[in-house]
């Protein structure tokens, strides 16, 4: 499913990129290329989506003012959140 499907609702989100992030390692993606196509996604949504909450709109903020190494800190962040609510759930 597109993860823009997913905008409205944060939580929807967060549970959408941490199934992501779990299949990137299953198939051995290295944490420097999960890292890289974060990023990627930060800038697409960045450039490309509204955000359709708080947390969105807080997150589209801190990318646009960030430069490139913020911004792979923030994709870092995002991974480690979602990593974390991943393993909570089991």
Known sequence: ??????????????????DRVNQAHAVGMSDQQLEEAAVRLGTYLADKVDPANPQERLLAQMWDVSPK???RV???????LVSKDQQTKH
């Open 69 to 71: 190494e913020d911004q």
């Open 1 to 18: 499913m597109n993860p823009e499907s997913y905008i409205d609702d944060f939580s929807k989100w967060k549970e959408w990129l941490g």
């Open 74 to 80: 923030l994709a870092r962040t995002m991974i480690n």
